[in-house]
């Protein structure tokens, strides 16, 4: 059931609580894509907008999917505490590290290695669901900083570049992301 077109103080505390997430993307064919998301790569910047930046991964699927669909969700369920879901519903702009715009976005966060995308995500629709079917899970850190960042600073730039060349172009669907146009 929605509960409205905007996030409130508790809301924003709930997501703020929260050590990860999940994106769900599609185009107008082809397959949905589903993606867990974690580490420091959320900001709240209104009640209508959030900014995610997206870190290197085997695919890139979010990215094609925005180029021919701007449509995304976000959900948030509670693994601890007081059961919910909170799904955020809108539409999302790419940023690139070569677009306008990128800088100022990009100091949101710290700095991780292989940072590939920021998504600026307009909420038009906010729902929560009780969360009762939702186990209870203990956190006990994430992988990002000891696996994750340190394998794509090992590689540098042009390693890097290199991987997002092999892996990060297409989706499985065969759409282009735009990662380097």
């Known amino acids: 059931m929605p509960t409205g077109p905007k996030l409130n103080g508790t809301l924003r505390a709930f997501i703020e609580r929260q050590h990860m997430f999940f994106v ?19 900001r709240i910047l209104s009640d209508t907008r959030v900014l995610w930046l997206n870190l290197s991964g085997s ?30 519903y809108g539409s999302a702009k790419t940023l690139h590290p070569r677009d306008a715009g990128w800088a100022e976005a990009a100091a949101q ?18 729902q929560t669901s009780c969360g009762t079917g939702v186990p209870l899970m203990e956190f006990r850190k994430s992988r990002v900083e000891e696996e994750l960042a340190p394998f794509f600073a090992d590689m540098g730039p042009e390693g890097v570049e290199a991987y997002w060349r092999k892996k990060n172009t297409e989706t499985i669907d065969g759409l282009p992301t735009g990662i380097f146009e």
């Open 109 to 126: 966060f710290p700095e991780i290695a292989g940072s590939r995308q920021i998504f600026d995500v307009q909420i038009d629709m906010v």
């Open 59 to 88: 695919g890139n699927e979010t990215a094609g999917h925005l180029l021919e669909q701007n449509r995304m969700t976000l959900m948030f369920c509670a693994f601890e505490g007081d059961a919910m879901i909170l799904r955020l």
């Open 24 to 42: 769900a993307t599609a185009a107008a064919t082809g397959r949905v894509n589903l993606s867990p998301k974690g580490a420091d790569t959320l």
